[in-house]
């Protein structure tokens, strides 16, 4: 079974609308935690936001908010008020087991559209 | 800290040469990961090292791919003989071993296999 799930492969959004980005995951840890990246068209992977398993509360940073469902097993990212430089391939990954190894998803591409 | 540090950024090389790709890991990380990134397969976990030790080898495609890390400052990837199948970027990236710290990424290196 995969261990993290990224239906979308791509998305549009008009600029300054927010959008949702889905990920679901699998593990049968208590203890694990959730991350998304940014990774532009320049190729770098930029982190943007964590959430931890025993959080209770959703995760924010900026723009940026996990929405975080742990009996779902998801993690979305919302984006607020989209920005032409949000365009971007997202990716979701999950960090657990006894070695706290990652796992990524197959990532979505969002468009951002003036 | 500079980052994680990944060389040579580029790499060119024909078909049945030895290719070897370097990184030097956040001062202080204790894992460090080898990911190959390409269209077709998306973001793919080759290695994994916990404390300098591979922890899970099971993402390396084939006996034609190595993966070192002599020290806790330096890890390499090696691919001999090279085939053009091999042509994708590959990261570095490295973080503390807990489940709730990212992965710092390397800028890349973008191998070619002619």
């Known amino acids: 079974a995969q261990k993290i799930t990224q239906t979308q492969p791509g998305m549009f959004v008009q600029e300054k609308e927010a959008v949702t980005l889905d990920c679901t995951y699998d593990t049968s840890d208590q203890s694990y935690g959730l991350f998304w990246y940014k990774q532009p068209s320049s190729g770098e992977m930029i982190f943007l936001i964590y959430?931890?398993?025993?959080?209770?509360q959703n995760a924010t940073e900026g723009r940026y908010s996990l929405n975080f469902q742990k009996a779902r097993k998801s993690a979305n990212l919302v984006i607020s008020a989209s920005q032409l430089g949000d365009s971007a391939m997202y990716f979701c990954?999950?960090?657990?087991?006894?070695?706290?190894?990652?796992?990524f998803g197959s990532g979505t591409k969002l468009n951002v559209k003036p | 800290d500079a980052g994680v540090i990944q060389s040579p950024r580029h790499e060119v090389t024909e078909m049945g040469q030895e290719v070897t790709l370097r990184c030097k890991p956040i001062s202080g990380h204790n894992s460090l990961f080898w990911y190959r990134q390409t269209m077709m397969r998306g973001l793919e976990l080759l290695i994994y090292f916990n404390n300098n030790v591979p922890i899970d080898d099971s993402g390396m495609p084939e006996d034609r791919f190595s993966a070192k890390m002599p020290n806790a400052s330096f890890s390499t990837l090696k691919i001999q003989p090279s085939e053009p199948r091999d042509s994708a970027v590959y990261f570095c990236a490295s973080s503390f071993g807990t489940a709730g710290t990212e992965a710092f990424f390397g800028q890349g290196t973008r191998l070619t296999v002619v």
């Open positions: 990954a999950m960090r657990e087991g006894n070695f706290n190894k990652f796992y």
């Open positions: 959430q931890g398993s025993y959080d209770e």
